[in-house]
């Protein structure tokens, strides 16, 4: 028998153990992923890091405790800045090669470590969010944190389906799909809305949810002319406005002296 020392307290442990047998005989977590009580050790996922003095330097080193075995006197620590460091390279090292492992990302939640937002296509920029809010007016969008990573997600019946947001989007996190008369917007290939679609009174194509005419009328209330052009798809639109341009020019043409 002999004795180890693990965050302060002496601990009698048998010699050949491995200082995670015995942290984990006195109710003392440490995380591990690769271990498994019926096989051999093999230092894969490097989660069961703990701080021991270096043999030969005397400074503080990560050691991991899953093939460490114990020796009379040793002292390890499970926790402070030695060990939180080669935690996180751990957990990151981890999920470069599992991003979707909930497990992983809960064990790291577990242990306090933070891993920053999951590599979900979305670089948190909150663009979507600022010109839905800012520009169009609707504030269909907010950042809201879900198991304390933050999340672009939709505010409930806001969305107008105007597909601002997409646009912006530098990276392609948010999508407007159209499949004839409806369209599907969607974040992180979550369809968060879909919303029948009005034809162009020109050319007759699918172009604009009902709820963003709806919008726009609601909005253009105390600009009459622009009504003249808002049943119609950009294209259409601009013919129009091109047209009536001219005509307005030929007339003051027409009636303007010396021309
Ligand atoms: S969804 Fe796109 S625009 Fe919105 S925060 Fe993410 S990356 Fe930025
Ligand atoms: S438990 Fe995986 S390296 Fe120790």
Request: proline share 7%.
């Amino acid at each position: 028998m002999i004795n180890v020392v693990i965050d302060g307290t002496s601990y009698p442990a048998d010699e050949g153990q491995t200082a995670l047998q015995v942290a984990r005989q006195n109710g003392i977590n440490i995380p591990t992923l690769c271990y498994h009580p019926a096989l051999k050790p093999s230092g894969s996922c490097k989660l069961c890091a703990v701080e021991v003095s270096g043999r030969t330097s005397g400074r503080p080193i990560a050691m991991l405790s899953c093939i460490l075995k114990v020796t009379e006197g040793l002292e390890i620590k499970t926790t402070g800045p030695v060990v939180d460091a080669a935690r996180v390279r751990a957990f990151k090292n981890l999920l470069r090669m599992a991003p979707q492992s909930q497990r992983l990302r809960r064990m790291a939640d577990a242990y306090g470590v933070d891993l920053g937002p999951p590599p979900d296509g979305c670089v948190r920029c909150r663009l979507c969010v600022r010109v839905c809010k800012e520009i169009v007016g609707a504030g269909a969008l907010k950042m809201e944190k879900v198991d304390g990573v933050l999340f672009v997600v939709p505010e409930v019946d806001r969305c107008i389906g105007c597909g601002t947001c997409a646009n912006i989007c530098p990276t392609g996190a948010i999508r407007v799909e159209d499949q004839e008369n409806v369209r599907s917007v969607m974040i992180r290939d979550v369809v968060i809305g879909k919303h029948p679609l009005e034809r162009c009174e020109g050319c007759g194509r699918w172009f604009a949810t009902t709820r963003f005419m709806d919008f726009i009328e609601q909005r253009t209330a105390p600009h009459p002319h622009v009504k003249e052009t808002h049943k119609y798809c950009p294209t259409c639109a601009k013919l129009f406005s091109d047209r009536t341009r001219a005509v307005s020019e030929h007339s003051v043409k027409v009636i303007l002296p010396g021309h």
